[in-house]
Nanobody, 127 residues
Framework: QVQLVESGGGVVEAGGSLRLSCVAS????????MGWFRQAPGQEREFVAA????????RYRDSVKGRFTISRDRPGNAVFLQMNSLKPEDTARYYC????????????????????WGQGTQVTVSL
């Protein structure tokens, strides 16, 4: 089964940037739709961004539009989340998720649509 490993989290001051990576263990990842979610303490896990397996379709939650960019390196089995102009409210543990069942290239917004998750990487934004 495909395994996902996230990295790139850390502590950054407000206004700073981080680049999260999610690397899959198998090349089959290239044909899977995927997304990034985040979960702050005491909060529900929420959608952040998603990208179709072709890379042609991308969506973001409103609060990160213009600041975050999702991309994928298909030959390298990796997906990235470039986060700029970070705010304290972006503080959370960030997870990448994959819908492993074959599907058309499309976007999924709900946690329940994804069936494989990484372990997460912590992002902390200080004032």
């Amino acid at each position: 089964q495909v395994q996902l490993v996230e990295s790139g989290g850390g502590v950054v001051e407000a206004g700073g940037s981080l680049r999260l990576s999610c690397v899959a263990s198998e090349s089959r990842f290239n044909s899977m739709n995927m997304g990034w979610f985040r979960q702050a303490p005491g909060q529900e896990r929420e959608f952040v961004a998603a990208i179709s397996w072709t890379g042609d379709t991308i969506r973001y939650r409103d609060s990160v539009k213009g600041r975050f960019t999702i991309s994928r390196d298909r030959p390298g089995n990796a997906v990235f989340l470039q986060m700029n102009s970070l705010k304290p409210e972006d503080t959370a543990r960030y997870y990448c998720a994959v819908k492993t069942r074959s599907d058309l290239p499309r976007i999924f917004f709900s946690r329940g649509d994804y069936d494989l998750w990484g372990q997460g990487t912590q992002v902390t934004v200080s004032l």
